[in-house]
């Protein structure tokens, strides 16, 4: 049996970040929370998630230079922007830079499951909608 998905979620909004928990944990993924990029990129190194799912705009570091990062440290692991900010521009740099999905707040959380699905497999939990 394969071991359930490990997704790292990132964003300073506590509350956003704990719903999203909530919900990734419910499609049967093993969650692991940061409040800062800093944070981020030291747990995506310890803990070596499947995916990370980052918030764009966060204090004291912008989402693009933890991407960067991310993205030189762990060239394979897919990350999936989320963020207030729905500009074209912002969205193509993003993928240039390395993001598989872009997800502007609000989003419908099925959003979120489709991402995670295409970045990682179809091992997703339906959820009761589906």
């Given amino acids: 049996m394969r071991a359930a998905p490990h997704v790292l ?3 300073d909004n506590r ?3 704990e719903v999203l928990a909530g919900f ?3 499609l049967g993924c093993e969650v692991t929370e940061a409040d800062s990029g800093t944070t981020a990129v030291t747990l995506a190194s310890r803990r070596r998630p499947d995916a990370v799912c980052l918030d764009l705009w966060m204090d004291g570091v912008s989402g693009l230079d933890v991407l960067d990062q991310l993205r030189r440290d762990h060239p394979g692991m897919p990350v999936i922007i989320i963020t207030a900010d729905p500009l074209s521009d912002t969205m193509q740099e993003a993928q240039a830079r390395g993001a598989v999905a ?3 707040k609000p989003f419908n959380l099925e959003q979120l499951r489709g991402a995670l699905v295409s970045a990682v497999g179809s091992w997703a ?3 009761r909608d589906s």
Avoid: K, M, W
């Fill in 9 to 11: 979620i990132v964003d």
């Fill in 125 to 127: 939990r339906p959820t």
């Fill in 15 to 17: 509350e956003l970040r």
């Fill in 102 to 104: 872009y997800l502007a």
């Fill in 24 to 26: 990734v944990r419910s």
